[in-house]
């Protein structure tokens, strides 16, 4: 059977040209916005170590978060399909990124640290394993080069 071929367009457009462009490496801002028809922009910028603005979204942040969602749809996805009930899903997620002497840079690894409630105590056992299926199927994680893992904890709702 082919491949079923999906396609995504996005733009990103520069916001921050102070008056200057890019004289300098300190003459211009950071600032950009990413869109996509439909969504409302996200307001991005760089990681405030590359002279960002801590509160906009930068790239490294989309990536880590962009696996996070992945993971948990993918997982949400699968508990429908085996019987397990989730009624709560948080996952605070961690990338670490390596600079080079070179001045670029690579992921290192990325840690999805997803708390699931389901409803009853006989899932927990399948919720648990579910997250190496999600993994397994997250389109996401399949296109990274870097070791993404899961350290999920999983509870019982009222218990």
């Given at each position: 059977?082919?491949?079923?071929?999906?396609?995504?367009?996005?733009?990103?457009?520069?916001t921050?040209?102070?008056?200057?462009g890019?004289?300098?490496?300190?003459?211009?801002?950071?600032?950009?916005e990413?869109?996509?028809a439909?969504p409302?922009?996200?307001?991005?910028?760089?990681?405030?170590?590359?002279?960002?603005?801590?509160?906009?979204?930068?790239?490294e942040?989309?990536?880590?978060?962009?696996?996070?969602?992945?993971?948990?749809?993918?997982?949400?996805?699968?508990c429908?399909?085996?019987?397990?009930?989730v009624?709560?899903?948080?996952?605070?997620?961690?990338?670490?990124?390596?600079?080079?002497?070179?001045?670029?840079?690579?992921?290192?690894?990325?840690?999805?640290?997803?708390?699931?409630?389901?409803?009853?105590?006989?899932?927990?056992?399948?919720?648990?394993?579910?997250?190496?299926d999600?993994?397994?199927?997250?389109?996401?994680?399949?296109s990274?080069n870097?070791p993404?893992?899961?350290?999920?904890?999983?509870?019982?709702r009222?218990?």
């Amino acid at each position: 059977m082919p491949e079923k071929l999906h396609a995504y367009d996005t733009e990103v457009t520069w916001t921050g040209d102070l008056g200057t462009g890019t004289s300098t490496y300190r003459a211009y801002d950071r600032a950009h916005e990413v869109s996509a028809a439909g969504p409302p922009p996200i307001l991005g910028s760089a990681d405030p170590g590359f002279r960002g603005d801590p509160s906009r979204w930068n790239p490294e942040q989309l990536l880590v978060v962009s696996l996070s969602q992945c993971h948990m749809l993918s997982y949400l996805s699968l508990c429908s399909m085996n019987g397990v009930v989730v009624t709560g899903y948080t996952d605070r997620a961690h990338g670490t990124m390596a600079e080079t002497a070179d001045g670029g840079g690579h992921f290192t690894e990325v840690v999805l640290r997803p708390e699931v409630e389901v409803a009853e105590q006989g899932m927990t056992d399948k919720a648990l394993a579910l997250h190496g299926d999600a993994h397994r199927v997250c389109f996401i994680a399949g296109s990274v080069n870097f070791p993404v893992r899961h350290e999920p904890v999983v509870s019982v709702r009222g218990g």
